[in-house]
């Protein structure tokens, strides 16, 4: 019962997260640099698809020139993986709002 329970919880703590960065209130980078609780067992693919406009083809096409695989956790990633992971979706981002202010 306790792990149904906390599966329950990271599962609500999740959604909650995905929902935060769709709005925008959160940035995927700021996500990847901090791997919060309910981030650890998170893929990849699963936190890149929860941007708006990003599907599984944008994720795919972002992840192969970093060398990582879409199905990696975000808790296992290495520091250098997580530095390049998070530079690259922050300066994506910073890319896309200079496009939207111009």
């Known amino acids: 019962m306790q792990a149904l329970e906390r599966a329950n919880l990271v599962r609500l703590a ?3 997260l995905k929902r935060a960065i769709a709005r925008g209130d959160m940035d995927a980078s ?3 640099r901090e791997c919060p ?3 650890e067992s998170m893929t990849i693919s699963e936190l890149l698809t929860s941007q708006r406009r990003w599907g599984r ?6 992840l192969t020139p970093l060398s990582l695989n879409e199905n990696k956790q975000l808790g296992t990633l290495t520091s250098r993986q997580r530095r390049l ?3 690259e979706l922050a300066s994506r981002s910073n ?3 200079d496009a939207l202010t111009v």
Do not use: N
Request: proline content about 0%; aromatic content about 10%.
């Open 14 to 16: 999740r959604a909650e």
């Open 30 to 32: 700021e996500v990847v």
């Open 37 to 39: 609780w309910q981030t």
């Open 57 to 62: 083809t944008r994720a795919r096409k972002f």
């Open 85 to 87: 992971l998070s530079t």
């Open 95 to 97: 890319g896309a709002r």
